[in-house]
């Protein structure tokens, strides 16, 4: 048997809200007809006897699915409303961890929720972010929109397409894509335990009055009154090595060892033996002879003739 809590919180008064929108939309109104003295109070299922979704046959990557809240309150809103209640938008996320070493492909997403009235939801958005400033969302990592589902407390969502996640620090929000004028609010149900940092919530156009409009811890959120720190949700997927964002380590070069220049020895140097002086022993000046000079012959004086005696008589 499901069990009914009528929250006390101030967050839930919404009769002064509604009247605001009675011309635009008066369905809304039958929405909140049950009213007490303080105002309209949303009428918040708690399913703790349905039995949690069987997991597919891929592996459960993350796992928060326990310690289910059951003191007022027990959800927290996370809905994408019709365009013309768009004020009422709203997120609640939650974190974790991805290991050194490992990346996740997240097929899956299984969380713990309950509609304020009939339902159901068109089809839920599943939002990943970085872990950011203050340990809470940071940038948009992967969107998945309008994604199917199955279940009507326990919701096993199907991603369109899987989201890659690396090693790290993540957060994961569930949204519905909802109309509040014709199916009411959906709620994501709160666990009393927190894992990592607690969870976060936002409302930018400031619908619910709580001043939260940008992410914040939900229990930060005065006006929330939220005393249970995380929400309840699975992820289901396949894990496996790192994958390329990561960069590969490029491993350090064995040193090749460069030989050691095997040293030429350097040749002993053939030692050119000093040639043994080799005594040139230089012969005995054998005199040269020098030639006499052929004497010049003199010249024999050419004796003067003599003069012929005259004849005789």
Request: hydrophobic share 35%.
């Amino acid at each position: 048997m499901q069990k009914k809590f009528a929250p006390e919180s101030g967050f839930f008064g919404l009769r002064a809200l509604t009247a605001l929108f009675v011309v635009l939309a008066a369905v809304f109104v039958a929405l909140f007809a049950t009213a007490n003295s303080s105002g309209p109070v949303l009428q918040r299922v708690l399913a703790v006897e349905g039995p949690t979704p069987t997991p597919t046959p891929e592996t459960v990557l993350y796992d928060q699915y326990d310690n289910f809240a059951t003191v007022e309150p027990v959800n927290i809103p996370s809905q994408d409303a019709e365009t013309a209640l768009d004020f009422f938008d709203s997120q609640a996320a939650d974190d974790f961890i991805v290991p050194p070493g490992q990346s996740w492909q997240v097929t899956e997403v299984d969380v713990l929720g309950e509609y304020d009235s009939a339902g159901p939801a068109a089809s839920f958005h599943v939002f990943f972010y970085d872990n950011g400033a203050g340990d809470l969302p940071g940038f948009l990592v992967a969107s998945r929109l309008q994604n199917s589902y199955t279940g009507n407390n326990d919701f096993v969502i199907t991603l369109t397409e899987p989201v890659t996640l690396a090693e790290g620090h993540y957060w994961v929000s569930v949204q519905a894509r909802q109309d509040i004028t014709q199916s009411g609010f959906w709620l994501w149900h709160d666990r009393t335990v927190q894992s990592n940092a607690g969870a976060a919530w936002q409302n930018p156009g400031n619908g619910f009055g709580t001043g939260c409009v940008v992410w914040v811890r939900k229990t930060a959120c005065a006006q929330l009154q939220e005393t249970a720190p995380d929400q309840v949700f699975r992820l289901i997927g396949t894990a496996g090595g790192t994958p390329t964002p990561t960069p590969t380590a490029t491993p350090t070069p064995t040193a090749t060892v460069t030989p050691t220049a095997t040293q030429t020895p350097k040749p002993t140097p053939s030692v050119t033996p000093t040639p043994t002086a080799t005594v040139t022993v230089t012969p005995t000046a054998t005199p040269t002879t020098t030639p006499r000079p052929t004497p010049t012959p003199r010249r024999a004086p050419t004796p003067r003739p003599r003069p012929s005696p005259p004849p005789r008589l």
